[in-house]
C-alpha cells in the first residue's frame, strides 16, 4: 500500500523494465477509485522494487523476495499524502484478497493516537484474522516513539539504520520497534553505541530505480 506501483505500460506510463511483467496481481486505486494503482509518486515503485526487482536482467537492483507476486494498491497521492478512511480500505481490500504480507512504508505524524485512527485500527485488526502480516515503517520523524500505524497491535514495525549499523538520524524508534534494516542517511546520536558516528561522514544512501517521466532514472 502506498503512491501505486510503476506496474504496466499505460498512457502516459511505463512499466519499470526491472519487473516481470506477470509478477504483478490485480490491485485497486483507493485515491481515484479505478482499478489502476500507477504510481505518480515514485515512493511506492521504490518500495516495490526493493521488495521485488528482478534479479539477472541488467538492471541495477536486485529485490530481497524477487520470486513473489505484488498487489499494487494505491492509497497515497502523487505528493505523497493520504487518510486513514483511504489507507483502511486498501488493507481491507488487500486482506480479502488473501495478501500474505500487507506492507505499509507509511507513518502518521507520532503525535497521532489510536483514538484518531479507530478505522485503520479495526482495518488492521480484520487483516490479522484473515491472517495477512502488517508490516508498517515505525517513522521518519526521528522521535523516540514508534508511529501509527507502525505502533498498532500485531503490526510488524521496521526502523532504518545506516551503512555503519548505527540507528538512522530519521528513524523513529523506542518501545514497540520491532526490527530494523538499511535505511541510509547519517548516523543517530546514541549514547554508548560505538558503531554511531553522528559527528563523521554520512554513510552512503540507499539507491532506488524508478521512472521520472519517460525515461529510467536511477
Do not use: W
Amino acid at each position: 500500500l502506498d503512491t501505486g506501483v510503476a506496474y504496466a505500460s499505460r498512457t502516459p506510463f511505463k512499466r519499470s523494465p526491472d519487473f516481470p511483467a506477470g509478477q504483478f496481481t490485480r490491485g485497486f486505486d483507493f485515491v481515484d477509485r479505478d482499478p489502476f494503482p500507477l504510481d505518480r509518486n515514485g515512493h511506492g515503485t521504490h518500495v516495490a522494487g526493493t521488495i521485488a526487482e528482478a534479479t539477472n536482467n541488467g538492471y541495477g537492483l536486485t529485490g530481497l523476495a524477487y520470486g513473489v507476486k505484488v498487489m499494487p494498491v494505491r492509497v497515497l497521492d502523487a505528493a505523497g499524502e493520504g487518510n486513514a478512511t483511504d489507507i483502511a480500505a486498501g488493507i481491507r481490500y488487500a486482506a480479502r484478497k488473501r495478501a500474505q504480507v500487507i506492507n505499509l512504508s507509511l507513518e502518521f505524524d507520532a503525535d497521532v493516537t489510536a483514538a484518531d485512527i479507530p478505522q485503520l485500527l479495526q482495518a488492521i485488526a480484520y487483516a490479522r484474522s484473515k491472517g495477512s502480516l502488517v508490516v508498517a515503517a515505525s517513522g521518519n520523524e526521528g522521535q523516540a516513539r514508534v508511529a501509527y500505524p507502525a505502533r498498532a497491535y500485531g503490526v510488524l514495525s521496521v526502523g532504518a539504520t545506516t551503512e555503519h549499523g548505527c540507528l538512522s538520524e530519521f528513524s523513529n524508534g523506542g518501545r514497540g520497534l520491532d526490527l530494523v534494516a538499511p535505511g541510509g542517511g547519517a548516523d543517530a546520536a546514541l549514547t554508548g553505541d560505538a558503531n554511531c558516528k553522528p559527528g563523521e561522514t554520512p554513510g552512503r544512501n540507499i539507491f532506488q530505480v524508478t521512472l521520472l517521466g519517460r525515461d529510467l532514472g536511477v
